[in-house]
């Protein structure tokens, strides 16, 4: 089964929709390393809703160092072109972002202190669900009208990677049951 790094997005219409389709279909970003990153986006099973992803990246998730430097540039790019893009009501780039649709973000808002809420997941959102969401800290202007809580990149985890075989196979020898599922 293949994890798809991605970005999904919402909209308040349909027309508005497939504005962004247009925007981001065939968008192509080259990255640091040298590679080129071509996108392809489509509306979702949800009239309003649209998803951006490549082929180009991984398809396992983070698996090396590269892997994870490659898909945060992506993030940053892919939120970039958004902020030039038509209106949206929610968007968010991550692995498999569109299991966490706009209608569950209200069970991604967590009370800090009295009063004061955030956001467990990184997204963009338009002022309105801001507002409705009770403003919560930790969002940034993201455009005008527009808000988020700031892309922090892709994670890299060096026991279960493609890359570091020595150590994963020390961590075996040491604690054969660590790698038993």
């Known amino acids: 089964m293949a994890i798809v790094f991605e ?5 308040s219409t349909e027309a508005d929709c497939a504005a962004l389709v247009r925007h981001f ?3 192509r970003t080259p990255l640091l390393s040298g590679r080129t ?3 392809t986006a489509r509306q979702s099973y949800l009239s309003t809703a649209m998803v951006v992803s490549s082929s180009d990246l991984s398809n396992s998730g983070v698996r090396t160092v590269q892997d994870a430097i490659d898909t945060t540039e992506s993030g940053i790019r892919l939120y970039r072109h958004l902020k030039d893009g038509p209106a949206f009501r929610f968007a968010r780039v991550a692995w498999e972002a569109e299991n966490v649709p706009l209608a ?6 967590e009370p800090l202190m009295p009063n004061q809420r955030r956001i467990a997941v990184e997204c963009a959102m338009d ?10 800290q930790f969002c ?3 455009r005008v009208g527009y808000w988020w809580t700031r892309y922090r990149g892709e994670k890299y985890t060096p026991l279960y990677s493609n890359d570091q075989g020595a150590l994963n196979e020390m961590c075996r020898s040491l604690f054969p049951e660590f790698f038993k599922y």
């Open 7 to 11: 970005m999904w997005t919402e909209c």
């Open 25 to 27: 279909d065939g968008f």
């Open 37 to 39: 990153i071509s996108w």
């Open 104 to 109: 569950e973000l209200g069970d991604y808002v």
């Open 127 to 136: 002022e309105s669900l801001y507002r409705e969401l009770g403003s919560p």
């Open 140 to 142: 940034f202007p993201f």
